[in-house]
Structure formats: C-alpha cells, structure tokens
C-alpha cells in the first residue's frame, strides 16, 4: 500500500501534513510518498529523527494550487503543482492513492481530469463523514458538483452505500434522502424525482427521506443531496462547532474561579466526548466514482486528521471501493447499452 | 395591539402556548386572544390564578391541523381550524398579528390563502433568527418556498433587510447570498443568477456570498437563500445542538464525582451562554410578505418561546414592516407597471 500525500495543501502544510504521513509510516499504515517542494519537506522531516527508518519517500513537486485559484485553470497551468504530481502518481500505477488537504476543487478536478470518472458513474462525488453519537453518517455529495440531476443523486446512493458497507462497516447501511419532510411528495423537484428513483433501487436499502436533524442523529447511514446543499450543511456544521467551542471557552474565562474550577474538573469527559465527536478521528472524505482513490482531508487538517486520512485511504484500498462500485455502476451502463441494441 | 394565539398548536400545546400568552399579558407585552377549544384553554388558564385581571379572551375554534397533514387540503377542509380562525381575525381586522407553534405550512398556507401576498412580492419567505455570539442572523427563507427563481430570493434579501433594521435594530443590514464559495462565480445557477441581481439591488446592502460557517459567526445580519436550503440548514442545526446537549449529558453522567461536581460548579456560566444562544429568547419567525403580521414559532416551544413570539409579533406591528415591505416593492411593481405602458 503506498499512498501519495500532497505536502502541499492545507492551512498548515508542510509541517502537518509531514508530521502527520510520518507518524502514519510509523504504525505502518502505509508507504508514504511525501509530494511537493523537496527542500521545504525535507526541513519538516528533519524534525522527526527517526524519518529515515520510515518508508518515506520524497517526489518534488514544484508548483502549489492556492485556495483561491480557479481549479480548473490552475491545473492546466500548472502541470507540476503537488496535487497534479500526487493525482499522477494514482494514474501511473506507482501510487495506490493520493490524498490533498489542498483546495477542494482542485483535488476534485486534479481527479477527474487524470483519473477519469468510472465508466457508468456520471459525476463524482464528495463523501463526507459527520460525526454522530454511535459513529458517522456519511453525506454526499458534499461539494464535488451542483445541480445535479436525480440520477447523479442515484449514483451517489449506490457509490455511499458501496463505501459505508466496505470501509465503515455498515451491514446493510440505511440511505435517506436529504429532503425537508419525511413524505414523498415533500420536497423541490430534484427531491421528489430522486425519490421515485431511490426507491425501486435494489441495490441499495432506501430508508425514505432524511431531514437536516437526522444527520447529526445519526439515523441514516449514508445520506445523499446535491453537492450545494451538502456543501452548506458541511460548513454550516464547522462554523457552529468552533462557535460554540470559542463561546464556551470565554464564557469559563468570564466565569469567575468556580467556572474555572468546574472546567478543570470537567476536561477528561468532555475530552473523552470530543474524540467522539472529533471530525479529524474520520481524517478524509472520499472523492467517489473516480478510476483511483483520492482522498479529500479539511484544510484545516493537522497531523492527526492527516493520519486517520492516510487509514481511510489505506481502507478504500484494502477494501476494493473500486472495484465495488465499478462492479455495479459500469456493469449496469454495459447491461442499458446491450439492451439498448 | 392585539394578537391571536393558536392555543391548539405545538408538541406542547395547549398548556405552554397558554402559559406564555398569560406570561405575556402580565407583561403587557398585548392584548392577547386565544384561539382554539375552549373548554381545554379553559382548563389551562384556570391554572393562572390571575389570568383574568389580564387582557386575554378566547375564540373557540372546534379544528386543529396535525403536523402530518397536509397544509393545502387541511386548510380547504377544515375551516374551523384553530390556525385558520386566528388567520381570519387578522384578516378582519380584529387582531394585529397571528401566532402558530403548530404546523409551519398550515400556518404559511393559511396567510397566503387568507391574508393574500403583499402586492410586489412573488413568494413570501420565512426569516428565522439564528443565534450568534453577537446576536443573531436572519435566514430567510427557511422553509416557505422551494425552488425559488433568483428573482425570489431578490425580494426575500428586501424584504429580511427591512425587518432587520426596523425590528433586530441593525443600522445597515450585511446581506449575503448564501452558498458554496466566496467568488462570484461560485454555486448553482440559482446562486449566479441572485448574485448578479443583488450586487445590482441598491436596496440593500449586500457584502456577498455567505458559506455555511458564515451563519454561527454572525458575519452577515441577512442570509439569503432557497427554502430547502435554509430548512435542512435550520433543522441540522436544532438536531446538532440537541444532540450535543445530550452527550454532554451522558458524558457527565458516565464521568464520575468530579465530571459531576465540575459541571454543578460551570451551570451557572453555562446557563449565561444558553441563554445567548437559546432560539428561545427570540421566540419565532415572521413569514414576511404577506398582508399581516404571521409569526411562526418552534413546534417545540415553551411557554418562553411563545412570550418571546408575541413580542416579536409586537416589534413587527410597532414598527410598521409591513408598510415598510409594501412601501418598497409595490411601489417597484407599480413602477415597473406604469413604465411599460
């Protein structure tokens, strides 16, 4: 299993996302291909004695796509950027998965532009987990693509499903309809098209409609929307979590020492509760229906969601996701054109 | 001022809705009229030893719309309907405002059929007060309308710019476009289309795009979006922040003496920052556009909530939005009308 990491991409590249794929080789999840300025990720390796022992290998990538270029443009320009050399890598064979805490769209795009999309998958999709009290729900698209049409969000039901089943260990994953009622006939028109399609869909467990609270809930185990809602609800989630974390902490600053007290008196459990609902113990959100792995972590990764993303990644593989969905996805497009002859 | 109360509507209704309008009365916040069964308001009331020192009546109402009904049908059926009787008193002239914590599309359904739309406005919207550090942001719409044309969204950016300087008392509203990215060129057709017209709308204010975390942090005063945008927004964000509370809950209860003894000691600061945050304090959401004042509180709410949306429901009255609202857009109607003649 070797895994390519762009260096590059995130808030704190390089010293995280280094910092992170080293302690990954460490415990042996992966060989770790470091992607991106040579003399930069050698300075951060310098600062973990032990790098040489490690299966770390550096491929220098002179180029970084910023945060706020465009990503298409940026990819055709920019031929050696670090997402573009990680993404490379996956096609040629000599990487078994890339991973970017980079822009999102120019992961995304990096992916469907080297990688092509899977033969029968219209449009790639972002599964992210959320963190929920009994583990996640996985909600895609994410942000890979608007307006899609209701057979995208069938795909992106098969493709979640696919992965829910094969790297979070759901049996028989329960899929909602992101809507804003549980009736069928709620909902705007892509809802109440996709809802016809998902439910005479055998191939996967079509639960009904989902609302937004059943996400964080956790009674769906892969919910799909459009990648516009998806997107909202992700950054929705984000800001309200680090809102309220930054009120709490004021507030026991404000608090007087009884309030510092009980803080200090409280920290194991709500650490012990974090690490539950902690975003970076899933690391990465898979970009689904791509001939490759491309690993999606938060720019705001540090080493330990870098880490957990180098574990999915390693899942996806050693789970054959591919070939799962390719198993469904291309061989339904092969059995429409057949029939259709 | 004078408002009618649907007693019958709400996962606690009667007792809290009555609960609050007497809160209510006591404060002289209105003249308060309760519409719905009498004899069970009765029972209710007789359970506030002073209720009738206070300003409260009753009109019975002999109907009440479920949650799980469907608001057009139920509306046309059941004209003795708690939510339809009080809708009606507006309409007549008898009471200021009407307040539902019942079914929000019965509730909408009602004032469209019976107050009608305000000339100039296309679809009316629900502008829900979402809790922030600082206050609160307006999203609107959140529920009302699905599918709405860029246009739409124009008249909803109006119409939440107006009630948030006459009522949430901002001097300059920040309007932002809620969706995916910062640029202009980001998002659906929907959202390209609305950015372009509300960069144009010298109405407003308008900062530009808003992304989800922009709505916890309180960076614009009026979010702007699609109804199921704002709805699957404003439901994730009630089903985040209960699931929160509840791990919190179990965390401390599952922690032992000194998880328990520190969250004894930091109650009080928590309490402060509950009520900063509690959707509570501002009781309920007004469905602007209409030809009256309707205010949509939580299905969910306490006797709290109802007080706080009857003040609501007086702020909207006193400060003359729905002249505000007709001032602007009928008056750009009839512009447009009499220009091209």
Redesign the interface.
């Known amino acids: 299993m070797k895994i390519a990491v762009d260096a590059m991409g995130g808030d704190f590249a390089p010293q995280e996302i280094v910092a992170g794929a080293v302690q990954a080789a460490r415990k042996n999840l992966a060989d770790i291909v470091l992607v991106g300025d040579e003399a930069k990720i050698t300075d951060c390796l310098a600062k973990e004695k032990d790098w040489q022992t490690l299966s770390i290998t550096i491929v220098h990538a002179g180029e970084v796509i910023g945060m ?1 270029e ?1 990503p298409a443009e940026a990819i055709r320009q920019k031929k050696d950027a670090s997402v573009v050399v990680a993404t490379k890598l996956v096609k040629d064979g000599k990487c078994d998965a890339v991973l970017s805490a980079g822009s999102t769209g120019a992961a995304v795009t990096a992916a469907q532009l080297i990688l092509k999309r899977i033969k029968g998958v219209s449009r790639p999709a972002i599964a992210t987990p959320m963190p ?2 009994e583990g996640v729900t996985l909600l895609l698209d994410s ?1 890979a693509n ?2 899609s049409k209701p057979e995208h969000l069938r795909e992106s039901a098969i493709m979640g499903s696919i992965y829910a089943k094969a790297v979070l260990g759901k049996e028989n994953p329960r899929v909602g309809l ?1 809507n ?1 009622g549980e ?1 069928e ?1 709620k ?3 892509q ?1 109440k098209e996709t809802y016809a399609l998902l439910k005479d869909e055998s191939a996967i467990n079509f639960v009904g409609n989902a ?7 956790g009674n769906f185990d892969v919910v799909v ?5 998806g ?10 979590a ?3 974390m ?3 902490k004021e ?2 600053m ?2 007087g020492v ?2 510092k ?10 650490k ?2 974090g690490v ?2 902690d975003v970076d113990e899933y690391g990465g959100a898979p970009l689904l229906g791509v001939n490759g792995c491309t690993i999606i972590s938060h720019g705001s990764s540090n080493a330990k969601s870098i880490e957990n993303a180098i574990k999915a990644a390693g899942n996806y593989v050693h789970n054959n996701v591919l070939d799962a969905i390719a198993g469904h996805l291309t061989k339904e497009k092969s059995q429409e054109i057949s029939a259709s002859v």
């Open positions: 706020d465009h929920t009290p942000g608007v307006d992101l804003i009736e006939t909902g705007n028109e809802a609302e937004g609270r059943d996400i964080p809930k929307c459009d990648g516009f809602v997107n909202v609800v992700l950054k929705f989630a984000e800001g309200l680090t809102t309220f930054e009120l709490i507030a026991v404000d608090g009884s309030a007290a009980g803080a200090f008196l409280l920290k194991p459990t709500l012990k509760l539950r609902l």
